[in-house]
Nanobody, 115 residues
C-alpha cells in the first residue's frame, strides 16, 4: 500500500520561509495530478497548489506569488516551498497524489506562523 509522508512543518516567524516535503513509499505510476491542501482549526479544507503530469502548476489566490510546488520523480517526492509566510498560513498541510483510479493522502504536517 502506498504511503505518503509529509515533513517540514514547523513554527516560523511571519515573513519566514518553510519547505514542505511529501515522500511516497514507492513509485506511483500514471500520476494525473499532485496537490497540496491545508486545513486550519474550525475551517474547511482549502486547496493550495497543484502540479500536473505535464508540469503545469496552479495556485490558490491566497498563496500565489509566495508558494511554489515542485516534484522530483526520481526521489518520489514533491515539495511546497513557502515564502513570505503569514499568520493566516497556519494550518495542517496535506499532500495528495492522484492517478485516474486512486488518490493517496498524507497524514499532514503542522505549519504555525507566529511571532
Amino acid at each position: 500500500q502506498v504511503q505518503l509522508v509529509e515533513s517540514g512543518g514547523d513554527l516560523v516567524q511571519p515573513g519566514g520561509s518553510l519547505r514542505l516535503s511529501c515522500a511516497a513509499s514507492e513509485d506511483i505510476f500514471n500520476i494525473y495530478v499532485m496537490k497540496w491542501y491545508r486545513q486550519a482549526p474550525g475551517k474547511q479544507r482549502e486547496w493550495v497548489a497543484q502540479i500536473t503530469l505535464g508540469g503545469n502548476t496552479n495556485y490558490a489566490d491566497s498563496v500565489k506569488g509566495r508558494f511554489t510546488i515542485s516534484r522530483d520523480n526520481a526521489k518520489n517526492t514533491m515539495y511546497l516551498q513557502m515564502n513570505s509566510l503569514k499568520p493566516e498560513d497556519t494550518a495542517v498541510y496535506y499532500c495528495s497524489v492522484s492517478t485516474v483510479r486512486v488518490t493517496y493522502w498524507g497524514q499532514g504536517t503542522q505549519v504555525t506562523v507566529s511571532s
